[in-house]
């Protein structure tokens, strides 16, 4: 059964960090895809970041390029995102996602993924 646990969001305020994880357990993780999403209050869910099986491609929202990083560690099986300069239209919902589609490389669609991590609670106050 695969599953995706994510963690490390909360409260920061403007121009601080913080540090997503995402767990995955069930599936042969070095293979694939991995991505995270937000989602905000009202709004539709929306591409943050995607990093290849191998981590040789990373893709980013143009709205977060430069401020965020992601990663993975196939070893350990998680994938992060490291958000830096924080604005308050970060405040969203963070959802970590995998594309079991081989070989892929990171989609910005939601319907590329096929499986998704509960979500976390990013607060950025102004």
């Known amino acids: 059964q695969v599953q995706l646990v994510d963690s490390g969001g909360g409260l920061v305020q403007a121009g601080g960090s913080l540090r997503l994880s995402c767990a995955a357990s069930g599936l042969s993780f070095s293979k694939y895809v991995m991505g995270w999403f937000r989602q905000a209050p009202g709004k539709e869910r929306e591409f943050v970041a995607g990093i290849s099986a191998s981590a040789g491609n990373t893709y980013y929202a143009n709205s977060v390029k430069g401020r965020f990083t992601i990663s993975r560690d196939n070893a350990k099986n998680t994938v992060n995102l490291q958000m830096n300069s924080l604005k308050p239209e970060d405040t969203a919902v963070y959802y970590c996602?995998?594309?079991?589609?081989?070989?892929?490389?990171?989609?910005?669609?939601?319907?590329?993924?096929?499986?998704w991590g509960q979500g976390t609670q990013v607060t950025v106050s102004s």
């Open positions: 996602a995998a594309d079991l589609r081989y070989l892929a490389l990171p989609a910005t669609s939601d319907t590329a993924y096929d499986y």
